[in-house]
């Protein structure tokens, strides 16, 4: 299974990027998809997450500016961001919780990383 992440770079405060990331391999199901956020320094945080129903979760500090969004046939999720603020500067890893098989286990899958940059 590989995750694919595309999209980011940089923009300045208050301006929009998107974030999208694929999903191929030997995918039998995918149950949460999502976006996870490493500044500098600090940990792994989350962002946004969904699940195959379309249920959204966000992180306080985006809420209201981040939009999280799916498209199961595809394998598919993006993140919308809008009203950027430098402290959105981070590495994005797109992550999913995939089974491969009828019978396996899920288990969670990374992307490689995309820088997002914001500039005030």
């Known amino acids: 299974v590989q995750l694919q992440a595309s999209g980011g770079g940089l923009a300045q405060a208050g301006g929009f990027l998107r974030l999208s990331c694929a999903a191929s391999?030997?995918?039998?199901?995918?149950?949460?998809m999502g976006w996870y956020r490493q500044a500098p320094g600090k940990q792994r945080e989350l962002v946004a997450t969904?699940?195959?129903?379309?249920?959204?979760n966000y992180a306080d500090s985006v809420k209201g500016r981040f939009t999280i969004s799916r498209d199961n046939a595809k394998n598919t999720v993006n993140l919308q961001m809008n009203s950027l603020k430098p402290e959105d500067t981070a590495v994005y890893y797109c992550?999913?919780?995939?089974?491969?098989?009828?019978?396996?286990?899920?288990?969670?899958?990374w992307g490689q990383g995309t820088q997002v940059t914001v500039s005030a």
């Open positions: 992550n999913a919780k995939v089974g491969t098989g009828i019978l396996s286990g899920v288990y969670p899958y």
């Open positions: 391999g030997s995918i039998f199901s995918i149950s949460t």
């Open positions: 969904t699940t195959s129903g379309g249920s959204a």
